[in-house]
């Protein structure tokens, strides 16, 4: 079974790249990676999701290496709003297994 | 703007009774989740149902925790007796698709419970 772990936090400057880390070791070869937002009082908001090697959309990139152990979230240029907790996801429904990861609160500074 | 909702958005009770809390998935999706949250546990998947049918409860205590979708457009999460210790945000969530089983979740905007 699949277990994740992140950093509990991470700060960082306006203007920055933001790079979180997600270890999953045991992952699966039915497994994908998700990575989602969560801002206060809100549920959380899918962000990016990928199998191998890079994935990138409008809003972050996801990098995977070959092993598939890590997964490495990438925020380009981060601004105020930014500041979030990030949560890594492994898994598949297909054998019903979903691993969240305890969330990465990342805070970022003027 | 399609979008999960959620009733009530906040609970108040008292130890022993019993809460029932509602989720209107996305129309169109055929698989919902219950989530719940707590400052130290984290997010918790609890159950989720696939075409209406349970898919997977283990994460859910079976003597007090019970969730039913009675059609497509109503899942329900109750617990009966309520405890103190069940006190957290609990979150339903939906996610199209038939054959890709590793769809975006869309969550709604959670059901804040507090047990006296």
């Known amino acids: 079974l699949a277990k994740t772990t992140q950093p509990i936090s991470m700060d960082s400057y306006e203007g920055q790249e933001v790079n979180i880390t997600c270890s999953h070791n045991?992952?699966?070869?039915?497994?994908?990676i998700t990575w989602y937002q969560q801002f206060p009082s809100q549920g959380p908001r899918f962000i990016i999701q990928?199998?191998?090697?890079?994935v990138t959309n409008e809003v972050a990139s996801l990098f995977i290496p070959a092993d598939r152990k890590s997964s490495t979230l990438s925020l380009p240029r981060v601004s105020l709003s930014d500041t979030a907790v990030y949560y890594c996801l492994v898994g598949a429904y297909s054998n019903y297994q979903l691993i969240w990861g305890a969330g990465t609160k990342l805070i970022i500074k003027p | 703007d399609a979008r999960v909702t959620q009733t009530p958005r906040h609970k108040v009770t008292e130890m022993g009774q019993e809460v029932t809390m509602r989720c209107q998935p996305i129309l169109g999706h055929n698989t919902v989740f219950w989530y719940r949250q707590t400052m130290m546990q984290g997010l918790e998947l609890l159950a989720y149902f696939r075409n209406r049918a349970p898919l997977d409860d283990s994460g859910m205590p079976k003597d007090r925790f019970s969730a039913e979708m009675p059609d497509a457009t109503l899942a329900t999460l109750k617990i009966q007796p309520s405890e103190p210790r069940d006190s957290a945000v609990y979150f339903c969530a939906s996610a199209p698709g038939e054959g890709n089983f590793y769809n975006e979740q869309f969550f709604g905007p959670g059901t804040r419970l507090t047990v006296l």
């Open positions: 045991n992952i699966a070869t039915n497994d994908y």
């Open positions: 990928g199998y191998k090697t890079k």
